[in-house]
């Protein structure tokens, strides 16, 4: 199975608006039509992700871009004593879109 036919079998077929797959140097292996996550940005997840909490305290105030759409920073974890995947949650900080989510996953 591609990385394609999994966004669209598997995430947007279980009701995602938007998915997409980055590899760590920001390379775009698939994404869901219109939803393209800008390799700069791809990066710098990824850097916050495979470091420290004090990394992810650096976006508490100022969240991040996905896509280009902002999110504000709302919850993360990348050093869990149990072994669970670093990752990261915002809420879209557009006005009429505040419903909107975003959870980002490193593995």
């Keep these: 199975m591609s990385w394609q036919t999994y966004v669209d079998a598997n ?3 279980a009701g995602f608006c938007y998915a997409a797959i ?3 140097d920001g390379a775009m292996w698939a994404n869901s ?3 393209t996550v800008l390799p700069a940005e791809a990066v710098k997840l990824d850097g916050l992700l ?3 909490m004090e990394n992810l305290s650096s976006i508490a105030n100022g969240g ?3 896509a280009g759409q902002k999110y504000a920073f709302t919850r993360g974890e990348v050093d869990d004593e149990d ?3 670093p990752f990261l949650q915002g809420r879209c900080k557009e006005e009429g879109k505040s419903a909107q989510g975003i959870i980002v996953y490193r593995t």
């Design 11 to 13: 995430l947007l077929g």
């Design 22 to 24: 980055c590899g760590h």
């Design 33 to 35: 039509p219109g939803y």
């Design 50 to 52: 495979s470091g420290t």
């Design 64 to 66: 991040f871009y996905v």
């Design 83 to 85: 072994g669970g995947v």
